[in-house]
Every structure is written in C-alpha cells, then in structure tokens.
C-alpha cells in the first residue's frame, strides 16, 4: 500500500512497498509484451507511449491482477459494503 511521504520520482507520487512495485513492473512488461509493445518501450521508455497504448496496459494489468486473484471485481462486493 502506498505511503504518504513524497519521494524523489517526481510532484504527486507516492512511495509504494517494493514489493508490490516489482509485482506491478513485472505485470506492465507482460502487458507490453502481450500488446506488442516491449520493443517500443526499449526503444523510447514508459513516457514515449501514447495515451491509447498506456490505456490498454493499465487495462491488461488489472486484468492480470484479477486473474491472479489480486483484486476483486467491484461486482463481486457483497451487499454489506
């Protein structure tokens, strides 16, 4: 879970465990490579991708974190939350 002191990755981001940051690394690149996008990201990084292309691996990782039982589905919530 994320912290809430700044660190030095720029305004407005939040330390996160490392853990869960390498967990999440490793689902963006299989997202990438899923989409076809490693060679793109080699070639001009993370910031280089256009919005429709950082869109559809945001999307891919929370798939994959579903799949793997990471998150819930927001309809899967029980009546009571």
Do not use: F
């Amino acid at each position: 879970m994320a912290k809430q002191s700044r660190n030095s990755q720029g305004p407005g981001k939040l330390k996160t465990d490392s853990d869960s940051q390498r967990l999440n690394d490793a689902l963006k690149w299989e997202a990438a490579q899923q989409l076809g996008l490693v060679s793109k990201v080699q070639d001009v990084g993370w910031g280089g991708l256009s919005a429709k292309e950082t869109g559809a691996i945001g999307a891919w990782v929370i798939r994959l974190k579903r799949e793997k039982g990471l998150i819930k589905h927001p309809s899967t919530r029980s009546k009571d939350e």
